[in-house]
């Protein structure tokens, strides 16, 4: 995409996971090309907001007049497919990161999410949990130290609430409602979101590109390079001509 002019760019709304804080997305704007615009939506550290809610405070970040695509990781994704079922004007492409219709943790470690988890949320993240399960075990000491901080300056009640409402999304139905273009970020090492909840997915929408990248669950901050690259090229494909009636970016 030539970003010479104003008509020909594309903005990336971006949508983040649980902590909400929208810190955590500098290394991979850092690293989209100079043409592309940002618009980062960060969620309110003090106040337990439902899906709906947030929905609600996403649309109002969205361009009126200007194309835009959703960015959306983790926590954020079914979110960002209700949104995307919607059908708000001017939007183009859907890029889920890490993302789910229904709820990640399965089983009888759900119904201990709902009992534990409001204990949980009250501890300060653990280094050595984040590294199990967000940023991998040979995570640099910065992004270790930045996770735990954005985690740790959200108030623990918006944690449980905003777990509470990952282990109780169903947005399948919706997720068959999206009519743009979808891109799939997968994390070969994720360990909290399995392939299962790409397989959902792909069930729905069989249509939906899927591009597997090496790394743990906060694929956006172990490997910015290499998605930037991926959603550039998502983003790019979206103006070939044919391309919404194709269904699917030409990667």
């Known amino acids: ?38 618009v980062t939506v960060r969620y309110p550290t003090d106040r337990c907001l439902s899906y709906s809610d947030l929905t609600e405070l996403v649309q109002v970040s969205c361009p009126v007049s200007e194309p835009f695509v959703l960015v959306a990781e983790s926590y954020s ?90 282990l109780a999304c169903e947005v399948r139905a919706e997720m068959a409602q999206v009519g743009v273009p979808i891109l799939y970020l997968q994390a070969k090492q994720d360990r909290l979101v399995s392939v299962s909840c790409l397989e959902e997915l792909r069930q729905i929408k069989p249509q939906m590109t899927v591009v597997a990248l090496g790394g743990p669950h906060l694929l956006l901050q172990r490997e910015p390079c290499k998605a930037a690259e991926m959603v550039a090229r998502f983003v790019r494909s979206l103006r070939s001509s044919g391309e919404r009636e194709a269904g699917g970016p030409g990667f």
């Open 1 to 38: 995409m030539d970003g010479s002019t104003k008509t020909q760019r594309v903005k990336l709304v971006l949508l983040p996971g649980m902590d909400g804080t929208g810190d955590l997305f500098a290394d991979f704007i850092a690293a989209l090309p100079e043409s592309f615009e940002t």
């Open 77 to 166: 994704t079914p979110l960002a497919i209700r949104l995307a079922a919607s059908n708000p004007k001017n939007l183009e492409g859907l890029v889920l990161c890490a993302g789910f219709a229904t709820s990640p943790v399965r089983g009888w470690c759900r119904v201990l999410g709902r009992l534990l988890g409001p204990l949980i949320c009250r501890v300060r993240l653990p280094s050595l949990a984040a590294k199990l399960w967000l940023v991998g075990l040979s995570a640099p000491p910065s992004l270790l130290k930045a996770v735990r901080s954005a985690v740790s300056s959200v108030r623990p009640k918006v944690l449980a609430a905003r777990l509470r409402a990952v």
